[in-house]
């Protein structure tokens, strides 16, 4: 009979109070690394798919990861490809049956013109924890920023020099990782353009190129005065990330 009551009070016990769960999540950028401190990290929800409930929040926290073990290094399965160091968001659920989640990412969470939100579904089971590698879910994209002209800069048409408006834009992937000439992640591999319209009507494409790490520039000599909107597409075919910024400026 004793054994039958411990049983019973081990079941009752299991079922009736919540067992802590963890889970680690990371946000990691499509061909490149993990988004973590040095970009302001990704949001993370964990959602009760059910019932909505939200059961765990915060931004992931730590460093990109190793460059050569994530970029340069051949996939091997059951093969890390993170370290002790690589961000990531712990979350603890206190849960006493398997519930069905809602993984979702918002990142960069400080880059807003260039957040990208994605989501996965899982079961978790109470006191089976999700940690090592984690739940690992992909952000595309490009982050762009449009640092010239201004955003609603005003510009006089007689003040351009040799008469041409330069347009400049820094360009990195989600996780902060640089964009070079020939580099790990190539700007050669790229094409960036600027879209340039003149009070709502198009005026011209800017093909954009690479002047050093990130930033890239383009020019055109305008002939108008008035309100002008620049949108800078970057995208690369052959990963199909892509990305985009648009800044207003006036010419008077």
């Known amino acids: 009979m004793r054994p039958l009551i411990t049983f019973c009070l081990l079941a009752y016990s299991f079922y009736s109070f919540g067992l802590e769960t963890k889970i680690l999540v990371r946000a990691k950028a499509k061909d490149a690394k993990f988004i973590g401190s040095s970009i302001g990290g990704a ?8 019932t909505g409930e939200l059961l765990a929040s915060g931004i992931t926290s730590g460093s990109t990861g ?15 490809v993170t370290d002790k160091n690589t961000a990531g968001f712990l979350a603890t659920l206190d849960i006493d049956e398997p519930v069905y989640v809602k993984v979702e990412v918002t990142a960069p969470v400080n880059q807003r013109q260039s957040l990208i939100q994605s989501s996965t579904q899982l079961w978790v089971i109470p006191g089976k924890d999700l940690v090592g590698e984690g739940i ?20 006089a048409l007689t003040s351009l020099e040799n008469g041409k408006l330069l347009i400049h834009s820094n360009i990195v992937m ?3 990782c640089p964009i070079t000439s020939g580099g790990t992640w190539d700007a050669d591999q790229m094409e960036v353009v600027a879209l340039v319209k003149i009070n709502g009507e198009d005026l011209k494409q800017i093909k954009m190129r690479v002047t ?10 305008p002939t108008e005065v008035g309100n002008y909107e620049v949108t800078v597409y970057a995208i690369n075919s052959t990963t199909n990330n892509t990305g985009v910024d648009k800044v207003n400026f006036i010419l008077n």
């Open 43 to 50: 949001h993370v929800k964990i959602i009760d798919e059910l």
């Open 66 to 80: 190793n460059t050569t073990l994530i970029m340069k290094t051949p996939l091997e399965r059951g093969k890390p």
């Open 136 to 155: 690992i879910v992909e952000i595309p994209g490009f982050v762009i920023d449009v640092l010239a002209p201004r955003a609603h800069e005003r510009i």
């Open 174 to 176: 989600t996780c902060g």
């Open 212 to 221: 050093e790490t990130s930033l890239f520039e383009g020019s055109f000599t």
